[in-house]
């Protein structure tokens, strides 16, 4: 498997508006979506920044996976995504190699990309996920 390059880090934010003005005005860098999922209880804005993006995350519910990492760690770095070519290889391959997967199948996620995330525990302390991209 190869992770081809980091295609976006995920940041749990308390206050949507002020993180998206934070990037862009200080910054100059674009928001290019921004978007709300009941199913995940969050609402996520994506920053171009250069090749890479960041995605921000703000919980919509308190029990949602977002809603619980921001109140026992409070807001800051949640996750890292790699861009993989063939995220069904990937996933099994990582399988394979004994790493806990949270996606057993890869899903469709925020922004219509197939992807898949790693147990940190696995992982070295770090929420790691696939995101199939060419
Ligand atoms: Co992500």
Redo the contacts with the bound molecule.
């Keep these: 498997m190869t992770l081809d390059r980091i295609h ?1 880090i ?1 940041v749990a934010v308390t206050d949507m508006d002020e993180s998206i003005r934070l990037y862009t005005s200080t910054f100059g860098a674009e928001l290019v979506q921004r978007t709300v999922s009941e199913t995940d209880g969050l609402e996520a804005a994506f920053i171009r920044t250069g090749e890479g993006e960041v ?1 921000l995350l703000r919980p919509t519910r308190e029990e949602s996976p977002v809603g619980k990492f921001l109140a026992r760690r409070g807001p800051g770095l949640h ?1 890292v ?1 790699y861009a993989v070519t063939d995220i069904d290889r990937a996933l099994e391959e990582a399988r394979e190699a004994g790493l806990e997967l949270i996606d057993q199948e890869p899903r469709i996620g925020l922004h219509g990309s197939r992807i898949a995330f790693l147990h940190p525990r696995t992982m070295g302390g770090v929420l790691t ?1 696939l995101v199939e991209s060419t």
């Design positions: 976006h995920g995605e996750h995504a996920e």
